[in-house]
């Protein structure tokens, strides 16, 4: 199993077929969220994480211990900020 990274600045398609969602992390300066789904959009049913941030608290992570979340497909749903998604292949 490899361990990838992918850095989220847009929506974005972080993997298009079998993976484990491994976590996210977000950092901004003020309100903001990074939303992961599995599958190819952003649909309320395929939330798997909702990573926030606030003025306050300006950096957040959510970690699932190995193997991950096994997923078909991963999308990123980006507000604003600098976001990191974690998945296996």
């Not at 990838?4 to 600045?9: E, F, H, N, P």
């Not at 300066?29 to 608290?57: H, P, R, W």
Request: with cysteine; aromatic share 10%; charged share 20%.
């Amino acid at each position: 199993m490899r361990i990838y990274a992918k850095d989220i600045s847009a929506d974005t398609q972080v993997e298009v077929g079998e993976c484990y969602l491994l976590g996210a992390n977000i950092y901004h300066t003020t309100d903001t969220s990074l939303d992961v789904y599995e599958g190819t959009a952003a649909t309320a049913a395929n939330l798997k994480i909702k990573v926030a941030t606030t003025d306050e608290q300006q950096s957040n992570s959510i970690m699932f211990p190995k193997p991950g979340i096994k997923c078909n497909g991963i999308y990123a749903d980006w507000t604003a900020g600098d976001g990191t998604v974690y998945y296996a292949l």
